[in-house]
């Protein structure tokens, strides 16, 4: 089994920051790309950023210049650090990533529980 335990989120005022972490744990072999979806009341799950094992991170037009996406590979967590927080930023984020569990099996996907980010005054 692979669990993605999500940290970090709360409520913050506009304008201000928070830091997401999501570690990755279980049978694990490697993990290929990790990311951020997030999930507004009311609207579809939206890719919030990316990130390969092997190449530069993506983002969201709604985010980039705002939010910055990494990954420690030594200990399987992925972060995502959030800062010029707008309203329109509150949502459940999920942490996503495509692990392989063995040398003999291929790349699985695998999703948080999530975690709430409010972003109000």
């Known amino acids: 089994q692979v669990q993605l335990v999500e940290s970090g989120g709360g409520l913050v005022q506009p304008g201000g920051s928070l830091t997401l972490s999501c570690a990755a744990s279980?049978?694990?072999?490697?993990?290929?790309?990790m990311g951020w979806y997030r999930q507004a009341p009311g609207k579809q799950r939206e890719l919030v950023a990316t990130i390969p094992s092997r190449a530069g991170p993506n983002y969201a037009d709604s985010v980039k210049g705002r939010f910055t996406i990494s990954r420690d590979n030594a200990k399987n967590t992925v972060y995502l650090r959030m800062n010029s927080l707008k309203p329109e930023d509150t949502a459940v984020y999920y942490c996503n990533a495509d692990v392989r569990r063995t040398i003999y099996t291929n790349y699985d996907n695998y999703w948080g529980q999530g975690t709430q980010v409010t972003v109000s005054s």
């Open positions: 279980g049978s694990i072999f490697s993990i290929n790309a």
